[in-house]
Each structure stands twice: as structure tokens, then as C-alpha cells.
């Protein structure tokens, strides 16, 4: 029987199964990254706005844990521009093979990553932004829906805005924002994807370096229970939404979730990472080196939280997608 779940995105990247797991900024470090690779998937080191060392330690310590292949995630519209060179300077010296970029597209940014010889993935939450990242030479892109946990440019849902990208493109293109089971992979397949691409559901995994605040507020959402706002501004360009659970802060706005702007919210210190001081309404997130009112920081995570029960083993997570598709293509295929 030929595999339906070993797409094209699967000879492109060098994994066993088409899901990849997103490069979370603070959550996504070697430990997930390499236990999503070594299981089959795609694991993506999460480095925005991280030093050149970290990057290059990171790299290493995926490495020493598997030989599998992976990604390095960065925003070059979110990071300083000299910071970025030096960021993507230190993956093309270790040898990353491909990038994984985010948010508004940089032409110069997928031009000296291609220039260096990485693969440039680009997640995108329009049709235009897919196009123009397309012409500037990327070889395939993520769909994300507004669904999506983490920052989100797009303002439909995964469902409409993937078949219409496929129809659009010529490269690959991967379903993001609310895949998170096997059933999902079937449909993201269905719907022209080539994979998917889940954030949420490796945040509340064992290996993601989330604080367990923020694990445990994952199980206990509903699907109802996020909201889409721009308040979380600190640290990004005005106007930057994010999707994140609903707590205090976000009660806290009322009806007002868009219009704010990073440069007049006052500083307020909630809680510190080594000597770094944490602000409220900033885009940090609870991460295990932080302490403090942990409560109180941006608690991303998407809509499919509700679907999630449990605190699983990445690579667990990874076989259950898996076991949980090919049952249904199973099922599928036997009806008359
Ligand atoms: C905790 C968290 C942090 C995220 N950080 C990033 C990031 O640093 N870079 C990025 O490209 N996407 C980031 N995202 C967005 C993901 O790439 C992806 O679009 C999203 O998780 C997909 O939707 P899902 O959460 O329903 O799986 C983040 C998402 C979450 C949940």
C-alpha cells in the first residue's frame, strides 16, 4: 500500500511524516525540536529575537539528540534588522538546512538565506503575502488560519484560506492553525495542504519549555476560551495581533482587544528572566526560566486547545497524529 501520509513536503524536508512542529519563540528549544524530529515529524527551533550563541548552542544540542533534519524559526519584521543578519549568519555557519520565516515577507530576508543555500519556508496568513513571498523565491509555505495560537496576521480560517492558497501557488503549501489530530491531517490533506504545521498542541507537550502555568491553562480551555487582540504589544510593531487564552489581563480590556500601541503602554514589571525584566502586555510568554506573576503574561494558544487533554511526549503526540490518520483514511477508503 503507498503511504498517503508521505507528501512531497516530506521528500522536500527529509522527514517520515508530513506534520511539523512550529517554531514557538521561548517554547521551541532543542528539547522538542529533536523529539518531533526523531519521531518522524519536523521539529523547528523556535529563535526569535535570540542571540547568535543561542542559536548555534541550540543547533548543537538538536543535534547531539538526533540526526534528523529540522528548522530554525525567525520574524526578520520582528527583529532588529542587524540582529536578523546575525541570526541568520549563525544558521548558514552551522549548516541549518532550512529556515522557517514569519509574519510580514522580506524579499532580502528569503533572498541571503537562498544566497547561503537554507530552504526558506514562509508562514503567511494571506493569499497576496503567499504570492509575493512565492516570487521572491520561496519553496513552500504555511497557511495560517486566524484559528491560529501565537501571533496571527490572517483574518479567516484555515479551512477557506488553504484551498484558495493551493489554487493560487505553484509551491507547497501547509495547513496551520488548528491541526492538532490525525482527523485534521486527513481533512488539511483534503483541502489540497501538504502537511500541517501545530503549535498548540507541542506547546502543552513534555518537551516544550513552556512554564506549567501556561501547559495547564492549555487543558483546561475550551474552544471558546481565546481571544484575538493586539494588546500584547510590547516587544513587536503596533498593530501585531496575538491569539491567546483568556485570563485577568484580557477580562481587563473589556470590549476594546485592537488599537494599542507598543509605544505609549507604560512599563510594568511583572516577573524577570534571568536579570530581564518581564513587562505586562508584553509578547513574552510564561516560559520555565521565568519567575514571577506568570499569570498575568500573554498565554498564547489557539482555538484547537479545547481538543487537547493531556500532557504528552512530542514523539507521542507525533504517533497519535499519525495512527489516528491513517485509521481514517482506512475507514474512508471501506466506505461504499
Ligand atoms: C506559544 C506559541 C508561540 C508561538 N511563537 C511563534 C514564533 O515565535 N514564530 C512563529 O513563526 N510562530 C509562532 N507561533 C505561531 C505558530 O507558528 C502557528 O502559527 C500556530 O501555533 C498554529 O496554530 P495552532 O496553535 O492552532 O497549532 C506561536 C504559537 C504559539 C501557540
Known amino acids: 500500500m503507498s503511504d498517503t501520509l508521505y507528501t512531497s513536503i516530506c521528500d522536500l524536508l527529509g522527514c517520515s511524516y508530513p506534520i511539523l512542529q512550529a517554531g514557538m519563540g521561548g517554547v521551541a528549544r532543542s528539547e522538542l525540536a529533536a523529539a518531533v524530529s526523531e519521531a518522524g515529524g519536523y521539529g523547528c527551533l523556535g529563535m526569535v529575537r535570540e542571540s547568535p550563541a543561542l542559536i548555534a548552542s541550540e543547533i548543537a544540542a538538536v543535534r547531539g539528540k538526533t540526526d534528523k533534519p529540522f528548522a530554525v524559526n525567525l520574524i526578520p519584521a520582528a527583529t532588529d534588522p542587524a540582529l536578523f543578519d546575525e541570526e541568520l549568519a549563525a544558521c548558514t555557519e552551522a549548516g541549518v538546512e532550512t529556515v522557517v520565516f514569519f509574519w510580514d515577507v522580506v524579499p532580502t530576508a528569503v533572498e541571503i538565506a537562498k544566497a547561503a543555500g537554507m530552504r526558506v519556508i514562509y508562514q503567511l496568513g494571506s493569499i497576496d503575502q503567499a504570492l509575493d513571498a512565492e516570487a521572491a523565491g520561496a519553496d513552500a509555505i504555511i497557511a495560517q488560519g486566524v484559528e491560529a495560537g501565537g501571533h496571527v496576521h490572517s483574518n479567516v480560517t484555515s479551512m477557506v484560506l488553504l484551498p484558495q492558497m493551493v489554487a493560487k501557488l505553484s509551491i507547497p503549501v501547509i495547513a496551520s492553525g488548528g491541526f492538532a489530530s490525525g482527523a485534521s491531517l486527513v481533512a488539511a490533506l483534503a483541502l489540497g495542504a501538504k502537511g500541517i504545521h501545530c503549535g498548540t498542541a507541542f506547546l502543552a ?114 504517533t497519535a497524529i499519525v495512527t489516528e490518520a491513517r485509521e481514517i483514511i482506512e475507514k474512508l477508503g471501506a466506505r461504499q
Open 205 to 318: 507537550s513534555i518537551e516544550s519549555f513552556a512554564h506549567s502555568v501556561h501547559k495547564q491553562n492549555v487543558l483546561e480551555a475550551n474552544a471558546h476560551q481565546t481571544v484575538h487582540t493586539d494588546a500584547f504589544a510590547i516587544n513587536w510593531p503596533k498593530g501585531s495581533p496575538v491569539r491567546v487564552l483568556a485570563n485577568d489581563m484580557t477580562d481587563s480590556l473589556g470590549d476594546r482587544h485592537f488599537g494599542y500601541d507598543p509605544a505609549t503602554i507604560q512599563r510594568e514589571v511583572v516577573g524577570e528572566e534571568d536579570g530581564r525584566p518581564l513587562y505586562l502586555w508584553s509578547t513574552d510568554s510564561p516560559l520555565q526560566s521565568m519567575t514571577g506573576d506568570l499569570d498575568r503574561l500573554a498565554m498564547f494558544a489557539g482555538q484547537v486547545a479545547g481538543q487537547i487533554s493531556g500532557i504528552e511526549s512530542a514523539g507521542a503526540i507525533v
